[in-house]
T-cell receptor
Framework: NAGVTQTPKFRVLKTGQSMTLLCAQD?????MYWYRQDPGMGLRLIHY???????AKGEVPDGYNVSRLKKQNFLLGLESAAPSQTSVYFC??????????????FGPGTRLTVL | AQSVTQPDIHITVSEGASLELRCNYS??????LFWYVQSPGQGLQLLLK??????LVQGIKGFEAEFKRSQSSFNLRKPSVHWSDAAEYFC?????????????FGRGTSLIVHP
């Protein structure tokens, strides 16, 4: 049981390049989330998913797209990277929709730098 | 919408001293409350959570937190700090909605432990 994994761990992009971050969980969780963490800002929710085939916007969705084609995977895409997207990105998952006592499990993070 | 404030950006304590990290929330009803810890270069780990019931919550690593409705607070405490407790601490609040929730994170408090 690997929990929540993220690929890649580090990435450097040039402005305008695109990339996809992969989050995978092997706990059969329904909910999945993408956050970004910036110094002094805590974690801010980018997008989330309440189940396979569904996605929703969070607090800071602009410049990002997501897909949840398989229950265990949640992809975060940057179509045209900007320096403002330099951040550490965390994925998280929660067991079941509607079960209030579930808590989030976090991945180790992806450090992205956009030059 | 809910919000959470961690008033202290940095806290410095001596090893063996007691610790209290402050967390205040804004929400019209009783929220779900969480404390997470993040060691450098790592993801977030749940320390403890409050959903309902006993307002004094015990967590891992010797931490506890008390929900005080009258003060809209959920402060984290530890009676004797160890050098390994040096990390970033995040408070989070979740607004119950049909049993599920999307948490909002505070900006974090950095704990520095002096030998």
């Amino acid at each position: 049981n690997a929990g929540v994994t993220q690929t890649p761990k580090f990435r450097v992009l040039k402005t305008g390049q695109s990339m996809t971050l992969l989050c995978a969980q092997d706990m059969n969780h329904e909910y999945m989330y993408w956050y970004r963490q910036d110094p002094g800002m805590g974690l801010r929710l980018i997008h989330y998913s309440v189940g396979e085939g569904t996605t929703a916007k969070g607090e800071v969705p602009d410049g990002y797209n997501v897909s949840r084609l398989k229950k265990q995977n949640f992809l975060l895409g940057l179509e045209s990277a900007a320096p403002s997207q330099t951040s550490v990105y965390f994925c998280a998952s929660t067991l079941r929709h509607g079960t209030k006592r579930d808590t989030q499990y976090f991945g180790p993070g992806t450090r992205l730098t956009v030059l | 919408a809910q919000s959470v404030t961690q008033p202290d950006i940095h806290i410095t304590v001596s090893e063996g001293a007691s610790l209290e990290l402050r967390c205040n929330y804004s929400y019209g009803a009783t929220p779900y409350l969480f404390w997470y810890v993040q060691s450098p270069g790592q993801g977030l780990q749940l320390l403890l959570k409050y959903f309902s019931g006993d307002t004094l919550v015990q967590g891992i690593k010797g931490f506890e937190a008390e929900f005080k409705r009258s003060q809209s607070s959920f402060n984290l405490r530890k009676p004797s700090v160890h050098w390994s407790d040096a990390a970033e601490y995040f408070c989070a609040v979740g607004a119950p909605s049909g049993g599920s929730y999307i948490p909002t994170f505070g900006r974090g408090t950095s704990l520095i432990v002096h030998p």
